[in-house]
């Protein structure tokens, strides 16, 4: 099995700790956008080979890891709904960490603004639910816990005033797992 990915992108650190939490095998290979465009369809990162299985998106690859290893994903439709609100936070805030990166006027444009407003919006309600890490599914609470670091460390959010997610980013930096996967420092 290998997996192809970065050491920064949050997709990519839920899949590692996926394989780690089953004991799954699996060999890292470090890649770039070029190398992505190349290998996987969708042009991005996560993707994994494993024999004749290509997978080219985070969820179907942390679900046939968990499959694989006899475990269940997302069982019920409250870790499901908020592992998919997860997945646009990260989305917007990924293509407009993107965008920037690569030079665009990031006050140019209504659409930037609305993805801003996607980001803060989706966080407040998360905030405001005041999610119960115990009652989520653990692909829920990993993808929550990896979108809540990499937002602050790509500095593309703040919880500053969202002391119930701080809270819950927080525990998860204590975890040794979540310790292991953590970007290298100045990547």
């Known amino acids: 099995m290998q997996l192809f990915g970065s050491f920064t992108s949050p997709y990519v650190r839920h899949v590692r700790i996926a394989l780690l939490q089953t004991g799954t095998a699996c060999e890292f290979i ?14 991005k990162v996560p993707f994994l080979h494993d024999g004749d299985v290509a997978l080219s998106d985070s969820t179907s690859i942390i679900r046939y890891i968990r499959e694989q290893a006899g475990h269940t994903f997302l069982p019920n439709i409250y870790s499901l709904d908020i592992f998919c609100l997860i997945n646009t936070i990260m989305d917007s805030a990924i293509n407009l960490f993107l965008l920037e990166r690569n030079g665009l006027d990031m006050n140019a444009n209504p659409y930037f603004d609305r993805q801003r407003a996607r980001i803060e919006a989706s966080l407040d ?3 405001k639910l005041e999610v119960d890490a115990q009652a989520l599914d653990v692909d829920a609470k990993l993808r929550l816990e990896c979108c809540l670091a990499w937002g602050v460390y790509r500095e ?16 998860a930096q204590a975890d040794t797992l979540f310790a292991q996967t953590a970007p290298p420092a100045g990547a």
Do not use: Y
Not at 30 to 43: L, R, Y
Not at 156 to 171: D, E, G, I, T
């Open 30 to 43: 470090e890649t770039d956008a070029k190398g992505s465009a190349v290998q996987s369809p969708t042009m």
């Open 125 to 127: 309600h998360l905030e």
């Open 156 to 171: 593309r959010f703040s919880l500053a005033a969202r002391p119930h997610l701080q809270k819950l980013l927080n525990a």
